[in-house]
Each structure stands twice: as structure tokens, then as C-alpha cells.
């Protein structure tokens, strides 16, 4: 009998420079991991909290999808969190948090809600006591990255923005796409590419955006990347850590032309092109938290002896990554010996963090009354038991 082959710290299949490349997609026997592509949602395995009448539902499309709505009103809400907390960062365990979501920049959306996506210790997330999580609030598309223990919150402003293909705060080289459309018999019949765009990591979901007929949101186009952008006025979109070439629109077809629908206004207005971002959180047990965003790696919490962190925070801060002279940040408030005889070192990202088991949590709140919409592609969490 042949040596079995053995992988005992996991096996992962993310980019070697991605923030998540160490992430466990094959676990090691000292690993928990959970990934939910939702192939098919299990509705069994999550609890589902709304405030008026929010709803959760299977999305079809290529990797699979839910689709979450709120209903016509301004103070409902809709959570989805998975059954069980589990996660919980130790010193000495590797730690991973990864969502991917799709926010439609106009369809049955606007930027008046609050986004919530991470690790909670109940499955209303608004009402969490501890999380690492990141958020959207209402009035714009910048996500912060939040550090919330025992009540008291630590955020980090301006590390993502859902408007761009890339994700990234502040990339002037990410654009996106326009996608031109006809309508036939009340069909989507051609497609073209208008403008390339840039900064899509992957395949960008296709929505309809015509309410004169057919269904507003459904998705009757699938568009592939190509790197068409990289010879036009958007040649210097950067390359991502990750190795991986942001793309650009470059090859769209028909897949679901529909009925019903009415060619009700200019063409560049049928449909919309909403780009797939991941946001992602890697503890690296020493001490190091590190936050992406497709892969990217955006800012760091350092407290180890070599790499100290540049700028310091207490507890509570709410700092703005954007403005700093670096993304590099150490904890300046240290745990007592009553909570931890063994003593992480100074700036050590465990002095910041939540102590306690989580558990995924994903969803947001209206502020107007009008429905909203937000689609959950995937996510990915995992931690070591050592």
C-alpha cells in the first residue's frame, strides 16, 4: 500500500499573495472550516431575522446565490446568520473570514442602508455585543472594517468601497463597465460592450433594469472578462497582489432573454453590470491581523517584535485608513493578567479583539421606505483548534 499523501496544516487553493492563501479549503484535522456557496440554500441551517418583512431566497445564477430584500418599509431589517458560534480568536490559532457579496449599485438598491457582513455572538448583528466584522452605513458605499468586544467598538474607516469593480477605497483605476442592449419582442436579443470598465476580479453579475415590462432585477446576460481595458485609457490599472490581473467586459452573450420586457429608455440603461467583491480578515495566530479585499491586502494589525504596527489605537478609536501615513495599526492598550496570565506582546492584535465564540452573520437595514435588495455569492469561515 502506497504512503498516503498528508497535508497537515490544510490544504488550500487560494493565490499564494492572496490575504486569505493560507485559508484551509482542505482542513487539517486541527481545522474547522465552512463554506456555503448555497448549491442549494439550506434554510435548516441558518436563522433568519427580519424586523417587518424581509426575506431570504434562493438566487439562480453561475456559482450560486441568495438574494436579500427588505420590504417597502424604514425600519425593517433582514439577517441571515448560520446556526452554532464557533469562531473565536485564540493566540496561537490561525483565523479566516471571507464574504463575498454583490451590491447592486442602482436595481432595487440605493445607498441608504446599512450593510453588516462578519463574525457575530448572535445572529442580529446590529445588536451584537462582539464581532469582527465589516460594515456599510447608510449615506454612501465606503465599508469600514469594526472591532467590536465587549460593547466597545474599534472601527477602521475607508478600507473598501462597493461602487468599484476592485473594491479598493480611492482606486482611480477602476471603472465600471457599460453594457449596450436591445429589446425585441419583448426580449433581450443583442448585447454589446460599451465600456470595458476595469478592476473585476471575476464575472460581474448582469441585472435588468427595465420596470416598463419583464422582471427589474432578473438576469438575462452573462458577461466574461477579458483585459480589452489594458490598451485604452485605463491601461494602468495596477495588477493585484494576488498575481491576478484586474479585468475588463469584454465578452457578453444572451443566457436568459426573458418576456415581457419594453425598450423604455436609452439603451446603456437595460442592464447593469454589478461587480463581485470579496471582503476578507486573516489572523495569523502570532499576533497579526490582516484585512482584503479581493485578495488585496489593505491594512494590518502588527504587534509582533519585527513588525510593529505604524500607527497605534486604543480600544474604542475610530480611525480613518485612508488618511494615514501607513494601513499599519498595534493595539496600544494592553489585556490584564486577570484575563490573560500569559500575556500577548505589546500592540498584539489579540489585546483588541473579541474573546468569545461567533458566528457568521450577513444582512442589512433599511433607513427609507423602499425595498432593497443585496446578494450573498459566498462566504468562507475557518479557525484552528490548537
Not at 183 to 191: D, E, W
Request: net charge neutral; with cysteine.
Amino acid at each position: 500500500m502506497a504512503t498516503p499523501v498528508r497535508f497537515p496544516s490544510g490544504l488550500s487553493t487560494f493565490p499564494p499573495r492572496s490575504t486569505l492563501g493560507t485559508y484551509p479549503v482542505g482542513t487539517s484535522p486541527r481545522q474547522i472550516a465552512i463554506t456555503d456557496d448555497f448549491i442549494p440554500y439550506r434554510a435548516g441551517d441558518y436563522t433568519v431575522t427580519t424586523a417587518v418583512g424581509g426575506t431570504v431566497a434562493t438566487f439562480p445564477w453561475l456559482s450560486g446565490a441568495v438574494k436579500l430584500a427588505t420590504s417597502a418599509s424604514a425600519t425593517d431589517t433582514i439577517y441571515l446568520a448560520r446556526s452554532g458560534a464557533a469562531f473565536q480568536p485564540v493566540l496561537g490559532n490561525q483565523m479566516w473570514i471571507d464574504t463575498k457579496l454583490v451590491y447592486p449599485r442602482s436595481v432595487l438598491n440605493a445607498n441608504d442602508t446599512t450593510l453588516l457582513a462578519g463574525i457575530f455572538d448572535t445572529a442580529t448583528p446590529a445588536t451584537a455585543a462582539n464581532g469582527i466584522y465589516f460594515t456599510k452605513p447608510s449615506g454612501g458605499t465606503a465599508v469600514h472594517f469594526v472591532i467590536k468586544k465587549a460593547g466597545t467598538t474599534t472601527t477602521f474607516q475607508n478600507i473598501a468601497d462597493l461602487s468599484l469593480p476592485s473594491g479598493l477605497y480611492g482606486d482611480a483605476n477602476s471603472v465600471n463597465g457599460v453594457l449596450s442592449s436591445t429589446i425585441a419582442g419583448g426580449a433581450f436579443t443583442g448585447v454589446t460592450v460599451s465600456t470595458p470598465g476595469s478592476g473585476y476580479q471575476t464575472m460581474p453579475l448582469v441585472l435588468s433594469t427595465s420596470t416598463a415590462g419583464g422582471t427589474t432585477g432578473s438576469v438575462p446576460v452573462l458577461v466574461q472578462l477579458g483585459s480589452t481595458a489594458f490598451g485604452t485609457a485605463n491601461n494602468a490599472a495596477p495588477v493585484q497582489t494576488t498575481g491576478l490581473p484586474y479585468g475588463s467586459l469584454a465578452i457578453p452573450y444572451v443566457a436568459n432573454p426573458g418576456t415581457g420586457f419594453t425598450n423604455a429608455g436609452p439603451l446603456t440603461t437595460l442592464l447593469e453590470a454589478e461587480a463581485l467583491v470579496d471582503l476578507q480578515v486573516w489572523v495569523d495566530g502570532k499576533g497579526v491581523l490582516y484585512v482584503g479585499v479581493n485578495g488585496r491586502t489593505v491594512m494590518k494589525i502588527d504587534g509582533t517584535v519585527q513588525g510593529l504596527g505604524v500607527v497605534g489605537f486604543a480600544p474604542g478609536a475610530t480611525i480613518n485608513v485612508a488618511t494615514q501615513s501607513a494601513p499599519s495599526f498595534y493595539c496600544s492598550t494592553q489585556l490584564s493578567t486577570a484575563v490573560a496570565p500569559f500575556q500577548p506582546p505589546l500592540g498584539n492584535a489579540f489585546n483588541a479583539l473579541p474573546m468569545v465564540p461567533m458566528q457568521y452573520g450577513f444582512g442589512f437595514a433599511n433607513t427609507t421606505a423602499n425595498i432593497r435588495t443585496m446578494y450573498l455569492m459566498e462566504y468562507n469561515v475557518a479557525v484552528e483548534l490548537n
